[in-house]
């Protein structure tokens, strides 16, 4: 099974690039994962290609709270039940949700079996189906359980945008922030320009490839994420904060609202501590604001949130909170490590292009 992640494909015509994938696979060895959402919605145009027609669908549940490992075993279960072999293939169509637990199951399945993600949401497409992250969540902690390995292709048909709705555009398009942010000026200038009042399907189609060419740069050299990757965390420490804060008050963030919002933490952080430039704070603050409103929190929460960064998993050590820091201007990415007494010092600085 080939770990390559930058089998990525964005096309207007998934049977096309779908039909010559599953070709090779043996009779009856075609499997599809979907949600309750995907299957009414999408589902259909994976049915009209010929050998997808009668490939048996399992649906899980729709949401966040199916991504458990009791979802998992019921999936290992269905594709033993019918006759899955080492030579399966497994097709996830949907989110990050059917994605990461399709991963998953496909990466131990008899030890691993072949896997196609089919990304339907816009944060699916640029980030949570591309790079091989898989997993679950387990203890009340998010994606606790998995395994990083990639999918043989990821194959994006930005037709499935069409049936997303506003708010999950703006949270996709948050992840596609962050990767103008690691990249150049210019991309992150194409990015503001964005006009979510009008949305221009083939523009956005453009914009999610030149977002996938940095994340795969990024993956293809630190598929495991043992330094550079970590940059693809940019707005996730103090996003995760917020993701977890508003879930606790049952006032829920979408992930890409919370990645948002962190951006700004951390693209402030940036400037004090890195030198980020300050017009360029001020240009993706007024864009976020504009699109994405604002989450309102008092000084009395700071507590809790910094709580929430300090148990981070991405943390390395205790008492310590680190932050990516985007320098922007010369394409330098800072990791700075934040310790209790709130003074910062980069440890990783890498060159992104
Ligand atoms: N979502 C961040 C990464 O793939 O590394």
């Known amino acids: 099974m080939a770990n390559n992640p930058s089998n990525v494909v964005v096309t207007r015509d998934l049977a096309v690039e779908l039909n010559a994938r599953v070709a090779q ?120 359980i998995g395994v990083i390995h990639a999918a043989e292709a990821v194959l994006i048909d930005v037709r499935f945008l069409t049936t997303l709705d506003g708010r999950n555009l703006l949270s996709g398009f948050a992840e596609m922030l962050k990767h103008g942010l690691l990249d150049t000026p210019s991309h992150l200038d194409r990015l503001l320009a964005f006009d979510f009042q009008n949305p221009d399907f083939s523009v956005l189609s453009d914009l999610i490839a030149l977002s996938l060419t940095v994340k795969q740069r990024i993956v293809d050299q630190d598929p495991t994420e043992k330094g550079i990757r970590k940059s693809l965390n940019l707005g996730h420490t103090i996003g995760h904060a917020f993701e977890s804060f508003s879930h606790s008050q049952q006032r829920p963030l979408l992930h890409g609202y919370a990645v948002a919002y962190g951006l700004i933490g951390e693209l402030y952080l940036a400037h004090k501590c890195c030198g980020f430039p300050q017009k360029r704070l001020v240009e993706v603050v007024r864009f976020i604001r504009e699109n994405y409103g604002a989450f309102e929190i008092t000084c009395d929460d700071y507590p809790v949130l910094y709580q929430l960064m300090c148990h981070d998993k991405k943390n390395e050590a205790v008492g310590a909170v680190n932050f990516t820091c985007s320098t922007m201007w010369a394409r330098y990415i800072w990791i700075a490590m934040l310790n209790r007494n709130s003074s910062t010092r980069a440890w990783i600085s890498t060159a992104t292009a």
Request: proline fraction near 5%; include cysteine.
């Open 25 to 144: 696979v043996p009779p009856g060895q075609l499997f599809i994962l979907t949600d309750q959402t995907t299957r009414r919605q999408c589902l259909p145009v994976l049915q009209q290609i010929p050998a997808l027609a009668q490939a048996p669908v399992f649906s899980m549940e729709d949401g966040d709270d199916a991504k458990t490992i009791d979802t998992v075993v019921q999936l290992w279960q269905w594709l033993g039940e019918m006759g899955g072999t080492r030579k399966s293939m497994l097709l996830n169509l949907g989110g990050g949700v059917v994605t990461d637990l399709g991963g998953f199951v496909a990466n131990t399945f008899k030890r691993g079996i072949r896997y196609i993600n089919l990304p339907t949401s816009l944060l699916s497409m640029v980030d949570a189906a591309v790079g091989g992250k898989t997993g679950i969540n387990f203890n009340g902690l998010k994606n606790e």
